[in-house]
């Protein structure tokens, strides 16, 4: 059974930066998609970006086209999420999982899934 913890969140500025990891351990993640899900306060649960790894292909949510990039180490057994001038509204706590597929339909359905861990809190503000 893969599991997933999640580390990297912290306290920024708008515009700073951040990375998130997504260390597995039980199973090699070659074989999965990874996603990366935020909760803000008050909202529901969305799907930020997934990566599938045996072919890259990548997605992202609107709000962090061109801000966020997923990637993984293959050695590390880790997927990141790289997260560059970033703003209040990206302020949540932000979680990984594994996904069915890598596609806005795929995180949507998933994003309403009850069972999540503790996830890492990101907050953005001056």
């Known amino acids: 059974q893969v599991q997933l913890v999640e580390s990297g969140g912290g306290l920024v500025q708008p515009g700073t930066s951040l990375r998130l990891s997504c260390a597995a351990s039980?199973?090699?993640?070659?074989?999965?998609?990874i996603g990366w899900f935020r909760q803000a306060p008050g909202k529901e649960r969305e799907g930020v970006s997934c990566m599938t790894s045996s072919d890259g292909n990548t997605y992202y949510t609107d709000s962090v086209k061109g801000r966020f990039t997923i990637s993984r180490d293959t050695a590390k057994n880790t997927v990141f999420l790289q997260m560059n001038n970033l703003k209040p509204e990206d302020t949540a706590v932000y979680h990984c999982?594994?996904?069915?597929?890598?596609?806005?339909?795929?995180?949507?359905?998933?994003?309403?899934?009850?069972?999540w861990g503790q996830g890492t809190q990101v907050t953005v503000s001056l």
């Open positions: 999982a594994i996904v069915l597929a890598c596609s806005a339909r795929a995180m949507g359905v998933h994003a309403k899934y009850d069972s």
């Open positions: 039980g199973a090699s993640l070659d074989y999965y998609v």
